[in-house]
Structures are given as C-alpha cells and as structure tokens.
C-alpha cells in the first residue's frame, strides 16, 4: 500500500520555513507599520512647513502693498503732499518701482475719482461701489472678477481710507494681478518640491479657488484646517493634504488659506521601498531556514527509513524473520526491538487463526446456505404481499368496471384540489353528468349494454378532459367532473364538449347500434364551500336539465 501520510522530512522544512516566514512577516509589518508612522508625520510636517511658509511669505506681501497705501494715506494727511494733486506723479513712480501693481487711484469724500495711474477712471464717481461704501470705514481686500471693480478684471482689489482736510475720507484703490500670488508660492514651490509632486493652491475666505497649480486640476474638495490628512480629491487621487490660513492681526486680514497636497504615493515611497527590502530578506531567510530544516529532517529520519525499508523486505525474507538493530539512534533501537517482540506475538497468533479459520470455513459455509433458502422465501412472501396491498389500495380506490375514480377516491382529491385553490384564489367548477334513460337501455338491451355504454361514457370524458381534472363515477350513470382553475363559463364550455362527445358515441347492437344522451349540471364552488354543498348544487342544476328536456347543460 502506498504511503500517503506526510514524510519528516518535509514537515521540518515547512516548520523552519514557516517560523521564518512569520518571523519576517511580523518584522516587515512592525517596521513597515513605525515607518509608515514616521513617513506621514515626516510628510505631513513637509506640507504643513510648506503651507505656513507660504502664507508668510503671502502675508508678507500684503503688508508690503498695505505699507505702501498706508504711507501715502499718512503722506496725504500729514504733510503739504496733497493725492488730488500730486496723486498721478506719486501712482506713476509706484508702478515703476513696483511691477506687481496693475492700478492705482484715488477718490475723494464725494466718491469720484480725481486721480488714477496712466489718467484710467479719472473723474468717474465709484460712491454707490462696494469699495466706496466699505473700504472708507476700514482697509478692504476683494478679488475683483469684473470690469466694475475696475479697469483691469481678475485681480486682487485693495481699499485704504484716507482722511482729508475736512474731517471726511477719501479712498485710496489698488489693483494687483493674480499672477503675484503665484509668484509669491513659486518662491516657496522650489522645482526640487515639485518633482516630489507637491502643489499648492490659494483659496480666499470662502474657500473658492483664487490660484491653482496650471498642471492639475483646479477643482479642491472641502477640507478643514487640521494636521495632514488623507483626502480623496475630485480627480480620484488619495493625497496627504493641509490647509494653513494667512496669520491674522495685520494690516490687512484676508482670511486667504494656503493648500499644499501630495501624491500619497510619493508620499509614501521611501516605505515601499523599505517594505520591499524587508519582504526580499524575508525570503532568503525562509529558505535559508528551509534548507536548515529539511538537512535536519534528512539525519534523524535516516535510521526510521533504513527499518521501513526492512520491514517491507519481511514478506520476502520468510515467516520468522526480524528487524535488524540500527545503533545509530537509541530510539530506533528500541523501535526495532518493540516491533520483533510483535512479530513474535503475531507469529503466534497466526497459527492458532489457520487452526481456526478452517473449521470456521465450514460453518459458515452452512450458515450461508440456510440464510439463503430463508432469504428467497422472505423475498417472495414480501413480493405477494406488496401486490396485494397494491390491489387492495386500487380497488378501495376506483370503479372496478370504468377504472375511474370512486366517490371515496373523489372526496379525498377534491378536498386537496379545493385547498389549493382557496391558498391560490383560483377557480374551481364540477359536474355531474347523468346517462339519459339508462335504465331503458338496461332493460331492452341488457346488462352486459349498459356496462359497455358506461365504459363508453368514462372513455369519452377521459379523452375531452383534462389531466389535471378529476373524474370519478359515483355510481349506476352518474359520473363527477372536477375542474380546477376553471371559471363558471369555461366549465359550461367543457360541459357542452362533454355531451357532443358523448351523443357522439355509437355502440354496436345485433340489430343496428345504441345511441345515448347525457345532461349535466354545473355549479361553482366558493372559498370555504363544503364539497356535499357544491355537489349537491350541481346536482339541482342536473336535475333542471332532466326536467328540460335531458341532452343539455345547466349551470347552478
């Protein structure tokens, strides 16, 4: 018989590779578990880093261009410097000396612009503008998106009060593009951060987009200010991502946030990379353990297969032969010296079975041969019994000369039919169909007639019915129909084939050849209706086709 049981050998090389793999397995998933620890503090420090810097370096700039308004709204007021006059001179150096200035002007108490850089909007009064109305009472940042907030659209709009000779303000407007704010975050946006696929957006108060990187997508979910974090952006990205707000309490608060976000896969990488190496020494060091295993399982299974080997030599080496000793191992030793002590004992035994199996041989012979001859009679009296109570069964059940149904039969099916059709709400219908003058046909044709004609008639309604309906003979001409899932009017219908067929009928006579009617009553049968009830409804419907003049159908 071959040996299907797993071998020393690899069963050690499994459990040193096995101890190995875990091994690995554990120390890959702690290392790489406190490295993907430390690799997302480290990113999301970097982020965090690179988002307040650049809102430094944003606010920085705002207060720069505040500065500016601020010196000479103090100019304006302070000294002989007066901007309705000397306004032009002093925009047209500013803009000069300050590239990231689109636009400046200055409107006085009434609303209308008396001075402007380059002569725009001079003399066109802004009172009814949100920045007349607003930045007099107290500086004003908005992004300007039309050409109402100015002459130059899409811009950043700066407000700053100024206070004239008479006690009342005037307002000092700046313009500034865009494309400051993204060379502000180009200076903190190094090429070397972009390579690690770090970018940045500027979002104002409301968090709509004010600047977005020209390479991705500009649409930003909605984010919270927080540590890093794993956000699912719009374009299906999993990025670390933090959100840092311009330091408030200047001289301008713009309530702007900066928005710096990185691939979480480059984010990650030195991990992977880490795990990877980890998975790589986790192997070899399986298969070095492997190997160690399975050397191990070579030497101490030797001296076990050199005695299977023996052992299987011992059917061809004789009755009374013995395992040798291999003095290798104590436990071999002992192992081989157990199994001779059983062979000896087995030897033993062995004879005394032979002395036994031949007289038991003989008996069981015996035994065999009476257990057979009981056997076939068992068989045989068992076979009679099952055709009677088939026979019995068939004749409790039927009508001996039309092989229908019985009334007794009927019941028990019409009980079942009728439960059905009360669980499904379907229809159910029967008849009862009685030969026309049958008696007649009895007393001027004899008996033998009168079976042949019901024979007929149980043959006539098997072929018009269907399957499913229950026919039955209740006795002398009377026969019963039982029409599941039939309606009233199809059920006249089939009571209407019946009789064709069976008017149909021609019997053969001595003197020429017998033809017969039927009439049928019909009736319904209601949810929960007894069976006698509908029965004995059908059978008034029977009789009123009777007393119409027979060879009709009636219904209940």
């Not at 990488?269 to 492997?290: D, E």
């Given at each position: 018989?071959?040996?299907?049981?797993?071998?020393?050998?690899?069963?050690?090389?499994?459990?040193?590779?096995?101890?190995?793999?875990?091994?690995?397995?554990?120390?890959?998933?702690?290392?790489?578990?406190?490295?993907?620890?430390?690799?997302?503090?480290?990113?999301?420090?970097?982020?965090?880093?690179?988002?307040?810097?650049?809102?430094?370096?944003?606010?920085?700039?705002?207060?720069?261009?505040?500065?500016?308004?601020?010196?000479?709204?103090?100019?304006?007021?302070?000294?002989?410097?007066?901007?309705?006059?000397?306004?032009?001179?002093?925009?047209?150096?500013?803009?000069?000396?300050?590239?990231?200035?689109?636009?400046?002007?200055?409107?006085?108490?009434?609303?209308?612009?008396?001075?402007?850089?380059?002569?725009?909007?001079?003399?066109?009064?802004?009172?009814?503008?949100?920045?007349?109305?607003?930045?007099?009472?107290?500086?004003?940042?908005?992004?300007?998106?039309?050409?109402?907030?100015?002459?130059?659209?899409?811009?950043?709009?700066?407000?700053?009060?100024?206070?004239?000779?008479?006690?009342?303000?005037?307002?000092?407007?700046?313009?500034?593009?865009?494309?400051?704010?993204?060379?502000?975050?180009?200076?903190?946006?190094?090429?070397?951060?972009?390579?690690?696929?770090?970018?940045?957006?500027?979002?104002?108060?409301?968090?709509?987009?004010?600047?977005?990187?020209?390479?991705?997508?500009?649409?930003?979910?909605?984010?919270?200010?927080?540590?890093?974090?794993?956000?699912?952006?719009?374009?299906?990205?999993?990025?670390?991502?933090?959100?840092?707000?311009?330091?408030?309490?200047?001289?301008?608060?713009?309530?702007?946030?900066?928005?710096?976000?990185?691939?979480?896969?480059?984010?990650?990488?030195?991990?992977?990379?880490?795990?990877?190496?980890?998975?790589?020494?986790?192997?070899?060091?399986?298969?070095?353990?492997?190997?160690?295993?399975?050397?191990?399982?070579?030497?101490?299974?030797?001296?076990?297969?050199?005695?299977?080997?023996?052992?299987?030599?011992?059917?061809?080496?004789?009755?009374?032969?013995?395992?040798?000793?291999?003095?290798?191992?104590?436990?071999?030793?002992?192992?081989?010296?157990?199994?001779?002590?059983?062979?000896?004992?087995?030897?033993?035994?062995?004879?005394?079975?032979?002395?036994?199996?031949?007289?038991?041989?003989?008996?069981?012979?015996?035994?065999?041969?009476?257990?057979?001859?009981?056997?076939?009679?068992?068989?045989?009296?068992?076979?009679?019994?099952?055709?009677?109570?088939?026979?019995?069964?068939?004749?409790?059940?039927?009508?001996?000369?039309?092989?229908?149904?019985?009334?007794?039969?009927?019941?028990?099916?019409?009980?079942?039919?009728?439960?059905?059709?009360?669980?499904?709400?379907?229809?159910?219908?029967?008849?009862?169909?009685?030969?026309?003058?049958?008696?007649?046909?009895?007393?001027?044709?004899?008996?033998?007639?009168?079976?042949?004609?019901?024979?007929?008639?149980?043959?006539?309604?098997?072929?018009?019915?269907r399957e499913v309906d229950v026919l039955a003979r209740f006795g002398g001409e009377e026969f019963v129909v039982l029409l599941p899932d039939t309606p009233l009017a199809d059920a006249l219908q089939v009571a209407e084939r019946l009789r064709l067929a069976i008017a149909a009928l021609r019997l053969p006579l001595p003197d020429g050849e017998l033809?017969?009617?039927t009439s049928i009553g019909v009736a319904a049968v209601t949810p929960g209706q007894p069976l006698e009830q509908a029965l004995k409804a059908a059978d008034e419907a029977l009789y009123a086709a009777k007393h119409g003049g027979r060879n009709r159908v009636v219904a209940a």
């Open positions: 018989m071959a040996v299907t049981a797993p071998g020393l050998r690899p069963i050690l090389t499994l459990a040193f590779g096995g101890m190995a793999a875990v091994l690995a397995a554990s120390l890959a998933w702690l290392i790489g578990h406190h490295a993907s620890n430390q690799a997302r503090q480290d990113a999301g420090q970097r982020l965090d880093s690179i988002a307040r810097v650049a809102s430094q370096v944003l606010e920085l700039g705002l207060e720069e261009r505040a500065r500016d308004l601020d010196q000479l709204a103090y100019l304006h007021a302070h000294t002989a410097l007066r901007l309705e006059r000397d306004g032009d001179e002093l925009f047209t150096g500013l803009l000069r000396t300050q590239p990231a200035y689109r636009w400046l002007a200055y409107a006085g108490s009434d609303g209308r612009i008396v001075q402007s850089a380059g002569g725009h909007w001079t003399g066109r009064d802004i009172s009814a503008h949100p920045w007349w109305q607003q930045g007099r009472d107290a500086p004003q940042l908005r992004l300007a998106d039309g050409r109402e907030d100015g002459p130059q659209p899409h811009v950043f709009s700066l407000g700053w009060p100024v206070p004239d000779d008479s006690g009342e303000r005037g307002l000092l407007l700046a313009q500034f593009g865009r494309s400051w704010a993204a060379e502000r975050l180009g200076l903190v946006l190094t090429p070397a951060r972009r390579a690690l696929g770090i970018r940045l957006w500027l979002l104002d108060a409301e968090g709509r987009v004010i600047h977005a990187p020209d390479d991705v997508d500009a649409v930003v979910p909605v984010l919270s200010q927080d540590r890093a974090q794993r956000v699912r952006w719009p374009d299906g990205g999993d990025y670390l991502t933090v959100v840092h707000a311009l330091p408030a309490g200047g001289l301008v608060d713009s309530g702007w946030q900066v928005v710096s976000r990185q691939p979480v896969a480059m984010a990650f990488a030195p991990v992977r990379a880490l795990q990877l190496w980890i998975a790589f020494a986790g192997v070899v060091m399986t298969v070095l353990f492997a190997l160690l295993g399975q050397r191990l399982a070579l030497l101490l299974s030797q001296p076990f297969l050199r005695l299977a080997r023996a052992a299987d030599a011992l059917p061809r080496s004789g009755r009374r032969s013995h395992l040798p000793d291999d003095g290798r191992l104590r436990e071999a030793v002992q192992l081989a010296r157990s199994f001779n002590h059983l062979l000896d004992d087995l030897h033993q035994y062995q004879d005394e079975l032979e002395e036994l199996n031949i007289t038991l041989e003989a008996k069981v012979e015996q035994r065999t041969e009476a257990l057979d001859r009981a056997n076939q009679h068992l068989t045989g009296v068992l076979l009679e019994r099952e055709q009677l109570m088939r026979q019995l069964e068939e004749q409790a059940s039927t009508d001996s000369l039309t092989g229908l149904l019985n009334r007794r039969a009927f019941a028990a099916r019409a009980q079942q039919e009728m439960v059905r059709a009360q669980r499904q709400q379907g229809a159910l219908c029967v008849a009862v169909l009685d030969i026309d003058h049958f008696k007649k046909v009895n007393d001027t044709h004899g008996h033998d007639t009168g079976d042949a004609a019901l024979k007929a008639t149980a043959e006539a309604c098997r072929r018009t019915l033809v017969f009617t």
